[in-house]
C-alpha cells in the first residue's frame, strides 16, 4: 500500500468551551426531540417508547409496563428484538377510557 493511504487521521482537539457548547446543543437537540414525541402522542401519530409514555404520563416506565399488563394500557407492540412501542391513537383511546372517564 501507498504510505499516504495509510496515514493516520488527525483528532480535532476541541476546548473545554466548546465542548460544552457541543454538549449544551445536543441536550437542547434531545429535548426538541421528545417534545416532537410528545406532540405526536397527543394527536394519536406514531408510536412511543416507554420512556416517553412514562413522560407523558409523570410515571416511572415500571408502572407503564405494569399498567400494559393490567389492562390499563394496551399491549405493546415488538418492532424488533430489543424494541418494543405502543400505538399512540391506542393510547390515546385507553387514556380517554381508563384515565379520564374517572375525572368526568
Known amino acids: 500500500m501507498r504510505k499516504n493511504l495509510m496515514k493516520p487521521k488527525k483528532r480535532k ?5 466548546q ?3 457541543r454538549k449544551a446543543k445536543r441536550a437542547i437537540e434531545k429535548e426538541a426531540r421528545i417534545q416532537q414525541q410528545l406532540e405526536d402522542l397527543l394527536k394519536g401519530i ?3 417508547s416507554d420512556q416517553i409514555l412514562a413522560r407523558y404520563f ?3 416506565r415500571a408502572r407503564i409496563w405494569i399498567w400494559s399488563k393490567t389492562g390499563k394500557l394496551p399491549k405493546p407492540h415488538k418492532h ?4 418494543t412501542r405502543w ?3 391506542e393510547v ?7 384515565f379520564l372517564g374517572e375525572a368526568l
Open 13 to 17: 482537539v476541541l476546548t473545554t468551551a
Open 19 to 21: 465542548r460544552a457548547e
Open 46 to 48: 406514531g408510536w412511543s
Open 58 to 60: 409523570d410515571v416511572s
Open 80 to 83: 424488533g428484538e430489543a424494541t
Open 87 to 89: 400505538k399512540n391513537d
Open 92 to 98: 390515546r383511546k385507553a387514556e380517554e377510557e381508563n
